[in-house]
C-alpha cells in the first residue's frame, strides 16, 4: 500500500461536516421520496457547500450498478431490482418542492436491461422540465456501450449540459474502469454527443492521484478538446473504503498542482475548466454551466 495511505490526509483536504438549512431540507425531502442523490451515495465532500447555493445531483435507477469500478462506492450487482417507473414524477415533485436553480441527474450502469435504461433516463429529464420551467437540468450519462441510438434517446430529451466522465487516463483505464468501460469508447461517447445536439454542452470529469504522470494528464486534455468537450473538472481521488475493490490513492495532489493543470486545460480552449482538490463532476454545476455561457458570449462577440 502507497505510503499516502497510511499518512493522515493532507490539510488542504480536511472539511467540515455538512450542516445548514438547505442541507437538512434536502436530505428530508429526498429521504421521504426515496430518491438517492449522488451527494450522499458517493460521500461527495461539497455536498453541504453544492446544497446551499441551490444544486443538487440525484442518481436514478436504483443504488445499485451493473459494473464495478475500482474508484467508485456505489453498490454493484448483476441484476438490480427494476427501475421505480414512478420514479420521474417523484424527482420532479421533489426538485419543486426543493425550488433548487439547477439539478444533475446520474444514473448507475444497468446492462442488465435490454435499452440499459436509456428510456427511463429520458423520461425523467422531460418529465423534471415540464415539472419545473426555467430550471437547468445536467445529465450525466454512462457510455451505453457506445449504443449511438440509445445516447439519441437521452441527449434529445432536452438536458442544457450532456456530460459522461472518462475518469482516468488511457494508460490507467483498464484498471481503475469496468472491463465494459474503455477510454476510446468514452472519448467517443463524448464526441457523439456533441454531434446530436450541437445545441447543449458537453462535458467531462477526470480523477488525479491514480498514478497518471502530466504528459498523460495533457494528451487526455487534447484527445477531449479533438472530441469538442466544453466543460472539464479535475477532482483529487479519494479511496472510498479500505476494501481490496477500491484502489488506494497513489499521491495527494496539491492545490498550486491543481492550480497549473486547470491553467493548462484553460488555454487549450475548454468553455470553462474547474480544477481542485475538492472537485467533483458535478460540484457547484450551476456556477460553471452560467460561467461558461457567459465566457462563450464574450468570446463570441
Known sequence: MPRAELSPLPSWLKTRLPTGENYERIKALSAKHNLRTVCEEARCPNVAECWGGGTATFMVMGDSCTRGCRFCSVATASRPGAPDPDEPRKLAETIADLRLEYVVVTTVCRDDLADQGAAHVAECIRTVKARNPGLLLEVLIQDFRGDESLLRVVTEAGAEVVAHNLETVERLTARVRDRRAGYRQSLDVLRRIKRLRPQAKSKTSLMLGLGETQDELLRSFEDLRAA????LTLGQYLRPTREARH?????????????E?????????FLYVASGPFVRSSYRAGE?????MLQGAVHAA
Not at 493543470?261 to 480552449?269: E, H, I
Request: overall charge neutral; proline content about 6%.
Open 228 to 231: 469538442d468537450v466544453d466543460i
Open 247 to 259: 484502489l488506494p490513492v497513489a499521491k495527494f495532489v496539491a492545490p498550486e498542482a491543481f492550480d
Open 288 to 292: 460553471l454551466f452560467i460561467k461558461g
Open 261 to 269: 493543470y486547470g491553467r493548462l486545460a484553460r488555454s487549450m480552449g
